[in-house]
C-alpha cells in the first residue's frame, strides 16, 4: 500500500507586496552605485595621475544621480525592469541615443588622446566603451520590442 501526502502549494503573495526577487532587484543595483560612489571618492582623493580627481568626482556625482533616479522610479511605480527604465523603446529615439552616445564616445576617445596616462585617459577610454555599451544594449531593446509586437 502507498501512503501519499499532498503536495502544498505555496501561498500566493498578496498584490501590495513584492517577492523577495522583486526587493533583490531594487536594492543590489543600489548597492553597486553606492561601491562605485565610494570609489569614486577614493580614486578622486588619491589624485596620483592628471584627472583623477576629475573622474573620480564624475563617477561619484553620476552614481549618485543614477540611484536618486532608480529610487525616484521605484517610488513613482514605474516597470521593475531596468531595461524598461533606462533604454529607448522605438527606432526614432534609438537614432537620436545613437547620435548623442555616438558623440560621447568620439569625445571619450579625444580626450583619452590628448593625456599620456592616469585618471582622464581611463575615464575617455571608459567613456567610450560605456557609450558603444549602450548604443548595442538600446539596440537590442528596441528590436526586442518590435520582436514582441509583431508576435503579440
Known sequence: MQHSTPVSQPEPQPPGEPGFAAWFAFWVPLGVLALATILGAVFASRDAAPG??????VL???SIALAF???KHRFDAGAAACGDFLFVDDIANLIA???????LGLAGLIVASGVEYGGLQDGG?????????????????????????NRG
Open 125 to 149: 577610454v571608459a567613456l567610450s566603451v560605456t557609450s558603444a555599451l549602450a548604443i548595442f544594449l538600446n539596440m537590442k531593446h528596441v528590436f526586442d520590442n518590435l520582436a514582441r509586437q
Open 97 to 103: 541615443v545613437t547620435v548623442v552616445f555616438v558623440i
Open 52 to 57: 583623477d580627481d576629475t573622474c573620480g568626482l
Open 69 to 71: 533616479l532608480l529610487v
Open 60 to 62: 561619484s556625482l553620476a
